[in-house]
């Protein structure tokens, strides 16, 4: 009788030491996600925080080679930025992403639309004589906007121009 009582004793104190070890180890799991969540939020901001520096730079160069003068710039934007609470005003440029805001101040005055969309994205800086703009394309058409309607037998002449300032060749006009 003796020995089924010591296996009874063993099997339940086997049950308590795993019923432990599952709470420290998932106590220990759960610590580990939380602290590489924050590593790579941080690391999310350190990535838009050098891509606002590269953003300022070519700005700031653009600006001082005068009105005319175009540039096409590639930044890396990480995941966690919220579009609704990023702007351009003034002379200013600000991403909110997770708790943090990531801002950027330049010697012109600024206009247009930020990027907000994960990945590498291209954008062209536009010099005027009364700042830059900044945007995602300066090229856009539709058959609206070139189509011209005619009679037959007439004859129209019109003359349009389209620059490219993206980073593609212009193949064909749909």
């Not at 997770?98 to 990027?115: D, K």
């Not at 990945?119 to 011209?148: E, P």
Request: charge should be positive.
């Amino acid at each position: 009788m003796r020995m089924q009582t010591a296996r009874g004793q063993t099997s339940v104190e086997l049950l308590i030491v795993l019923a432990i070890s599952l709470v420290v180890l998932a106590s220990l799991v759960s610590f580990t996600i939380t602290q590489v969540s924050k590593v790579q939020q941080e690391q999310h901001v350190k990535t838009l925080q050098r891509s606002a520096e590269t953003l300022k730079e070519a700005i700031n160069d653009a600006w001082s080679q005068g009105p005319g003068t175009y540039r096409r710039v590639t930044l890396t934007l990480p995941p966690g930025i919220d579009a609704t609470q990023s702007s351009i005003s003034g002379k200013s440029i600000v991403w909110k992403i997770y708790q943090t805001q990531v801002g950027v101040g330049a010697i012109p005055v600024l206009s247009g639309t930020l990027p907000t969309q994960v990945g590498t994205r291209t954008i062209v800086l536009s010099v005027t004589s009364t700042g830059v703009a900044i945007g995602a394309q300066t090229l856009s058409s539709s058959v609206s906007t070139i189509y011209l309607p005619m009679t037959r037998d007439s004859f129209r002449r019109v003359t349009f121009s389209l620059s490219n300032t993206s980073d593609g060749a212009i193949s064909a006009l749909s």
